[in-house]
């Protein structure tokens, strides 16, 4: 991609309604533009970005032996009726009347409609155990939308729904669903701690929250400092085994959410504990047959008798998560996307567009890159090069490679690691090869 032709609206000046380093760097590097409040259109280099966090999530879920289907937006009221929800939901639900007076609404999340879609196909314990999920925009009227993508009204959700036929089976959904979380976080360059969160009326253990550390967080949570140095990746995941042994560990030690805060195993921790701000990312929840007794959802068991199967929802914030991990991950000039997510994985700057060198040269290793299989974008606009380099920074693309004419008389070009800031003067070959890695 050429910069020259590419839709990449930056902004030179800090936008006065970013409150957060993430909102402030995604309205900077053109990444959304804010509609109405708490609606965003995503551009071209955003949706890259977005995209690439829905892959990385799906290619989980899929993992998981979580299944995709797409429910739609607008939901009938008389499903949330059902369900008991519809007046206690209150003023955060958009409601909608149709031409023929009917009250739907758009979807803030779907635990009735996934059910009426069970009971409508599912018939028999045979066909259990079942986890559903989408990946489809949600509106809640937020009180108090900010932050950008973060607390939106309009926002990108992946939503999964278990069905067992017992609480074992149920338990087996959620071991799943908690191990592909952490899986996903970690993918995505983030280091997620699960920490429980409250479970309403149906009580229990199981419900945790996906927190990310960051002082612009949120939520106040609470958690034992040895939690940052566990990797996930490094253990082979086979989702049909029992995967009670992973979450055991990762359930051990303290973590919770203010909700959940217990004084006295904080002040266990001693030194070990950590109080801070975290962003929810994630949340999984096993609620039992709150909805498919609500709904009549029943399926017959081997001996003819009726079950309601047992439920859990499972949520990731997708499009908050781009927020997220910029929080994370940036410095005083710009976003660095880690590369599991990077809108280009190089970003190609040619110094000195117009001089005859300078062209060839970086048209050369555009499409010797592209050929390579790698997204670039190629800075060919007639800039200095200065803006050229904050550009650049701004994006956070994880390469960057320099073409200038000094370099080209003799026969190198200029590499830099958006991360570490490491630069390097090398051959094509070398940059090549070290980039393709
Ligand atoms: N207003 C919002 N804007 C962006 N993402 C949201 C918003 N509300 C929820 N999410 C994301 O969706 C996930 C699942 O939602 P849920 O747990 O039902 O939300 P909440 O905890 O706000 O009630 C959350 O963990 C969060 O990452
Ligand atoms: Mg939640």
Not at 23 to 33: D, N, Q, S, V
Not at 251 to 257: D, E, I, K, N, P
Not at 376 to 388: M, P, Q, T
Request: with cysteine.
């Amino acid at each position: 991609m050429r910069l020259s032709e590419y839709y990449l609206p930056i902004l030179k000046e800090d936008p006065a309604e970013a409150q957060i380093t993430s909102h402030r760097l995604m309205l900077r590097a053109g990444l959304i533009r804010q509609t109405s409040a708490g609606i965003y259109t995503w551009l071209p280099i955003g949706l890259r970005v977005l995209r690439r966090v829905e892959d990385i999530v799906r290619k989980e879920q899929d993992a998981a032996g979580a299944q995709e289907l797409l429910m739609p937006t607008i939901q009938s009221a008389d499903l949330w009726k059902e369900s008991g929800r519809y007046d206690g939901y209150g003023r955060e639900m958009l409601r909608i009347t149709d031409r023929h007076e009917r009250e739907m609404l758009f979807g803030p999340t779907n635990e009735e409609l996934i059910t009426d879609v069970f009971r409508q196909t599912v018939r028999s314990y045979r066909d259990l155990s079942k986890i559903l999920y989408h990946i489809q925009w949600k509106f809640r009227d937020e009180v108090r939308p900010r932050f950008g993508v973060m607390r939106g009204r309009e926002f990108l959700m992946k939503d999964s729904y278990s069905f067992d036929i017992d609480f074992e089976g149920a338990q087996r959904s959620y071991n799943k669903m908690f191990v592909s979380y952490l899986r996903t976080f970690a993918k995505l360059g983030l280091k997620a701690i699960p920490m429980q969160a409250d479970t309403g009326p149906i009580g229990g253990e199981l419900s945790h929250e996906f927190i990310i550390l960051a002082e612009t967080g949120e939520s106040e949570v609470y958690c034992h400092k040895d939690y940052l140095t566990y990797d996930v990746l490094m253990e082979e995941t086979n989702y049909s085994e029992d995967l009670s042994e992973t979450v055991k560990k990762w359930t051990a030690l303290y973590a919770a959410t203010d909700e959940k805060y217990n004084e006295k195993k904080a002040n266990q921790l001693k030194d070990k504990l950590i109080s801070a701000r975290g962003i929810e990312v994630g949340h999984i929840f096993y609620f039992g047959t709150k909805y498919s007794k609500a709904m009549e959802a029943t399926i017959t068991g081997p001996g003819g008798e009726i079950i309601y199967p047992e439920m859990g929802s499972y949520g990731i914030g997708v499009s908050r998560l781009v927020g997220a991990i910029i929080e994370a991950s940036h410095d005083e000039s710009g976003i660095i996307w880690p590369e599991s997510v990077a809108p280009f994985q190089v970003g190609l700057i040619n110094v000195r567009s117009g001089d005859t060198d300078c062209d060839n040269a970086s048209n050369d290793l555009l499409s010797k890159l592209k050929n390579a299989g790698l997204d670039v974008l190629l800075d060919d606009r007639d800039e200095r090069a200065g803006s050229k380099f904050a550009t650049m920074d701004l994006i956070g693309l994880p390469w960057q490679v320099i073409i200038g004419p000094r370099g080209i008389k003799n026969g190198y070009i200029e590499i830099k690691k958006r991360d570490t800031g490491e630069r390097e003067d090398i051959s094509v070959d070398a940059a090549l090869s070290i980039i393709c890695g």
